[in-house]
C-alpha cells in the first residue's frame, strides 16, 4: 500500500518538474511583456506544485519524509518566486528575485564576509558569552542568598517585557561606534534569561537525589558540580539558545544606531536607504543562516552534554 | 482559600522587601556610577578652575549637569515629570504622546498578528500537508533574526505608499504572529486522544470540537505566547521608528536624542518604553487571569 503511494508520489513529482522545466523555457525575455499562456501555464504549475507538496505531506512516515515535505516546499517558494518576479517584471526595489540575491551573495562575499566578521565574530560572540557567562556566574553566586534571589528574580523577570536593545544609542555614545557598544547591548540582553535560567535550573534536582549526595557525606561545592549543575543543563541550554538568537536582534539592531561602515545591521539599513535591495537580502541571509546554524550547534552539543534527560532519550 | 488569603501579607512582605533592597542598590549604585563617570566634564566644564572647589561641588555639579554622560536617577524623573505636566497630550514634548503612538502601532500589529497567527494554527492543526510544509519553516524562523527584515519591509511598503501607522505595525505583526503560531499549534493539539474521542461519540462537527475542546486547551498555551508577542512588538515598532525619518514615537525619540547628545533625553525615552512595554505586558497578563479564571469557574 504505502509502495503504491510512494510510486504515486514520485509520478507527481516527476510531472511537476518537468512542467517547471517547460515553464522556465517558456518565459519571456527580460523587460518584455508577458503574455497570457506563461501566466495560465503558471497557475496550473502552481497547482500541480501544491498537489505534489500534498502528496509527499501524505506519505506516512519517518522524520527525513516529514523534512522532505517542508524542503520541497521551500523549493517551490523559490521557484515561484524567481518565476513571478521574471512574470510580472516585479521592480527589482520591490524584490529582488532569488538568483540576484544569489548572484549578490557570490559577487559581494567580501563585503558580507567583512560584516560577518564584525557583527558576528566580533560583537555577537563576544557579547553572547560575555552576558550569558555573567547571567551564569550571578546565578551561581546568589545560589547560597536566597533574599537576593528573591529581590532580583522578578527584576529579571521583567526584563523580558522591556525593550532593552534601547540602550543602543547609550552603549553607542558609551562604547562608541566599534563593535563595542553592541557587545555592550548584547550583554545587557543576554544577561537576564541565563540568570533566571540559572536560578530556576540550579532549583531542578530532586530531593530524593539531592538527600542522597548528603547521605555521602557531599559538601556543597561537591553537590554542586556532580549533581546540581548537571542537572541544570536542559535549563542552560535553553537560554543559551534563547540568547543566541537575541544576541544576532541585539548586534543587528544596535548597529541601526550608528556604527562603523562595516557590519551586517549597517549594511541593512544603508542598502535599504539606497534601494539596493538585493545586497540587503543577501545580508539577511547571511545573518538568518548564522541564526540557524548556532541554533543548530548548541542542540547538538546539548544531546552529548545532557544525554540523559528524557527530551532527548525519547528521540 | 482562606489559608493563601492569611497568607498574603506574609508573603507580600516576603517578596517586596527583597525587591526594593535590590532598587535600592541599583539606585545607589547608579548615582556613585553618576558621579564618576560625569567628574571628569564636570571639573573641565562646570567647577572653578585649578581645583578651587570643594567634594560636596564636585558631587553636587556631577549628579545636575547639562549634559551628562550618565544622568542621575532625579535627573530623568524630573525630566519625565517635566514633559508629562508641563506640555499636553498632543505636544510632541510631552513623553506620553510618542508612548501613545508607539502603543497605537504595537497594538493594531498585535491585534492582527494574533489573529493571523491563530488562524494559520488552526489550518495547520487540521491539514496534515500544511503541518509538514510549513511548521517546520515557522519553527525554525525563531532561530532567525526577523528584526532584520524591518527596513526591507519599511522600503516595500513605503514604495507601494503607505505610510504612518501601517508599516510599524506590519512589523509589529510579523514579530507577534511566530511565538502566537507556535504556541497555538502545541496548544490546539493538547487535548488527549480520550478527549476527542469523547467529542467524536458526542458527533460533535469539526467545529464544534474546535470551538469546544481544542481552542479552550489552548487557552494556556496562547497567552504566554501573547506576552512574548506584544514585548517584541513593542521593540518592533520602535525599531521601524528609526529609519523612516519619523517625527513621533518612542524609536524616534531616541533617536533623535542620540542626534543632538541630549542623554537626559535618551534616558527619560528609554525609561517611558520600558514603562510602555511592561505596561502593555501587564495588561495582556491581566486579561490572561480574567479570562482563565471564568475558564476554570464556567
Known amino acids: 500500500m504505502s509502495g503504491r503511494r510512494a510510486i504515486g508520489c514520485g509520478v507527481w513529482l516527476l510531472v511537476a518538474a518537468f512542467g517547471a522545466a517547460l515553464l522556465w523555457r517558456w518565459l519571456p525575455e527580460p523587460g518584455a511583456q508577458a503574455g497570457p499562456g506563461p501566466l495560465l501555464a503558471c497557475a496550473a504549475l502552481l497547482l500541480l506544485a501544491g498537489r505534489s507538496v500534498q502528496q509527499v505531506a501524505a506519505l506516512d512516515g519517518r522524520r527525513w519524509q516529514a523534512l522532505a515535505t517542508a524542503a520541497l516546499f521551500g523549493l517551490w517558494v523559490v521557484y515561484f518566486w524567481q518565476v513571478g518576479v521574471m512574470l510580472f517584471d516585479v521592480p527589482r526595489v520591490l524584490l529582488p528575485a532569488p538568483s540576484l540575491i544569489g548572484s549578490m551573495l557570490v559577487e559581494r562575499w567580501d563585503t558580507l564576509a567583512a560584516d560577518f566578521v564584525q557583527t558576528v565574530l566580533k560583537a555577537v560572540l563576544i557579547g553572547w558569552a560575555l552576558g550569558s557567562g555573567l547571567g551564569f556566574a550571578v546565578g551561581v553566586a546568589i545560589d547560597r542568598a536566597p533574599f537576593l534571589q528573591r529581590g532580583l528574580l522578578p527584576l529579571a523577570n521583567l526584563t523580558s517585557t522591556v525593550p532593552l536593545v534601547a540602550v543602543a544609542p547609550i552603549a553607542v555614545m558609551w562604547f562608541g561606534f566599534d563593535w563595542q557598544s553592541k557587545a555592550a547591548v548584547v550583554v545587557l540582553m543576554t544577561f537576564f534569561p541565563m540568570l533566571v535560567a540559572t536560578l530556576a535550573g540550579l532549583q531542578a534536582a530532586g530531593k530524593l537525589e539531592r538527600e542522597l549526595m548528603h547521605s555521602y557525606a557531599a559538601g556543597y561545592t561537591r553537590t554542586l558540580l556532580d549533581l546540581r549543575l548537571p542537572a541544570a543543563m536542559p535549563f542552560l541550554f535553553s537560554a543559551l539558545k534563547i540568547n543566541a538568537t537575541l544576541a544576532l536582534i541585539g548586534a543587528i539592531v544596535a548597529e541601526f544606531f550608528g556604527s562603523p561602515t562595516v557590519g551586517l545591521g549597517f549594511r541593512i539599513s544603508t542598502e535599504a536607504a539606497r534601494m539596493n535591495m538585493a545586497l540587503v537580502w543577501g545580508a539577511i541571509v547571511v545573518a538568518a543562516a548564522t541564526g540557524s546554524l548556532a541554533y543548530a550547534l548548541l542542540v547538538l552539543l546539548e544531546r552529548r552534554v545532557a544525554f540523559w534527560h528524557p527530551s532527548i532519550r525519547a528521540e | ?298
Open chain 2, 1 to 298: 482559600m482562606t489559608g493563601t488569603v492569611a497568607m498574603k501579607p506574609d508573603r507580600l512582605s516576603q517578596r517586596l522587601l527583597p525587591v526594593a533592597s535590590v532598587l535600592l542598590a541599583v539606585l545607589l549604585l547608579w548615582y556613585f556610577a553618576a558621579v564618576g563617570l560625569n567628574a571628569a566634564g564636570a571639573v573641565e566644564r562646570v567647577l572653578a578652575p585649578n581645583g578651587a572647589y570643594t567634594t560636596g561641588e564636585l558631587i553636587a555639579s556631577t549628579l545636575n549637569m547639562q549634559r551628562p554622560v550618565l544622568p542621575s536617577p532625579h535627573q530623568v524623573v524630573a525630566d519625565l515629570y517635566r514633559s508629562l505636566v508641563d506640555w499636553p497630550l498632543d505636544s510632541p514634548r510631552n513623553l506620553l504622546y510618542h508612548a501613545g503612538v508607539t502603543a497605537q502601532s504595537t497594538l493594531v500589529g498585535f491585534v492582527l498578528g494574533t489573529l493571523l497567527g491563530i488562524v494559520l494554527a488552526a489550518a495547520i492543526v487540521h491539514s496534515r500537508t500544511l503541518d509538514r510544509a510549513l511548521l517546520p519553516w515557522i519553527v525554525a524562523s525563531q532561530t532567525v533574526p526577523v528584526l532584520a527584515i524591518a527596513p526591507i519591509v519599511l522600503v516595500i511598503l513605503g514604495s507601494l505608499g503607505f505610510e504612518g501607522v501601517a508599516p510599524k505595525a506590519t512589523i509589529a505583526m510579523y514579530l507577534c504572529f511566530f511565538p502566537v503560531t507556535v504556541a497555538m499549534v502545541q496548544g490546539l493539539r493538547a487535548p488527549q486522544r480520550i478527549e476527542t474521542e469523547l467529542m467524536h461519540t458526542y458527533a460533535a462537527s469539526r467545529l464544534q470540537t474546535f470551538w469546544l475542546l481544542r481552542l479552550p486547551s489552548a487557552l494556556p498555551f496562547l497567552f504566554p505566547s501573547l506576552r512574548v508577542g506584544i514585548a517584541a512588538g513593542v521593540v518592533g515598532a520602535m525599531v521601524a521608528e528609526l529609519p523612516t525619518g519619523a517625527q513621533a514615537g518612542l524609536g524616534a525619540r531616541l533617536l533623535t536624542g542620540s542626534y543632538y547628545g541630549n542623554t537626559v533625553g535618551i534616558w527619560s525615552a528609554l525609561v517611558m518604553s520600558a514603562l510602555l512595554g511592561a505596561g502593555l505586558t501587564a495588561a495582556v497578563a491581566g486579561v490572561e487571569r480574567l479570562v482563565l479564571r471564568r475558564g476554570s469557574a464556567g
